[in-house]
């Protein structure tokens, strides 16, 4: 039973455009969001995280988005570049098991010059 | 600062054989824990250690194990290997406080 999904397994868009990128969890435990970018052959790298306590949280270019409700995040890249290009793995964890963190299966995003 | 170190970065075995992986956490972090990543099921928690104890254990058979030392390096072993054990094997470590991880750039393993 997989508790964070990324229903996307790939997205391509323009240079200079926003980038969406979507995720899905069903623990209502999870109070702890983030979000990793990983290159071929390399280690995942943080991006951004996000509280369950907030709806928003803003770095950059990089802005998640939390619906509780919804039980779902999203990660808004603007504008895109090139070198965005890689998977995306969302990742989720509940407090008391803070250190255990459920990985969706990531989404490979695609910038296209 | 340095990064997390994970060694060897790349590993052939046979079946049947074991294997051990290490990890050296960024200074100062305590907390290490290990992550296989295949193609078919991704990013899956194996364990967690915090000064030497494990804290957090996934849902792996008991052939996969680890330790962590005083230094806060840590081991994972795997023994009895199996074809399925190939897999891209990470370790991350955290600050007592964080949340975050920051991981290694993996061993990959693969097994004939």
């Known amino acids: 039973d997989q508790q964070v999904k990324q229903n996307s397994p790939s997205l391509s868009v323009q240079e200079g455009r926003i980038s969406i990128l979507n995720c899905d969890y069903t623990?209502?435990?999870?109070?702890?969001f983030l979000w990793y970018k990983k290159y071929p052959a390399e280690g995942p790298t943080f991006l951004i995280s996000?509280?369950?306590?907030?709806d928003k949280n803003e770095d950059g270019r990089f802005t998640v988005f939390l619906n509780k409700s919804a039980k779902h995040l999203s990660l808004h890249i603007v504008p895109s570049q090139p070198g965005d290009s890689a998977v995306y793995f969302c990742?989720?964890?509940?407090?008391?098991?803070?250190?255990?963190?459920?990985f969706g299966s990531g989404t490979q995003l695609t910038v296209l010059p | 600062k340095a990064g997390v170190t994970q060694t060897p970065r790349y590993l052939i075995k046979t079946r049947g054989q074991q294997v051990t992986l290490s990890c050296s956490p960024i200074?100062?972090?305590?907390?290490v824990s290990w992550y296989q990543q295949t193609p078919g099921q991704g990013l899956q928690f194996l364990f967690e250690?915090?000064?030497?104890?494990?804290?957090n254990k996934g849902n792996f058979p008991g052939r996969f194990s680890g330790r962590q030392f005083s230094n806060s390096r840590s081991e994972m072993n795997v023994s009895t290997l199996e074809l399925g054990d190939s897999a891209l094997y990470l370790c991350?470590?955290?600050?007592?406080?964080?949340?975050?991880?920051?991981f290694g750039s993996g061993t990959r393993l693969t097994v004939v």
């Open positions: 991350a470590s955290s600050s007592p406080e964080g949340h975050g991880y920051t």
């Open positions: 623990n209502s435990m999870f109070d702890y």
């Open positions: 996000i509280s369950s306590i907030k």
């Open positions: 990742a989720a964890s509940a407090s008391g098991s803070a250190r255990q963190l459920t």
């Open positions: 200074s100062g972090h305590r907390s």
């Open positions: 250690y915090f000064s030497e104890t494990q804290r």
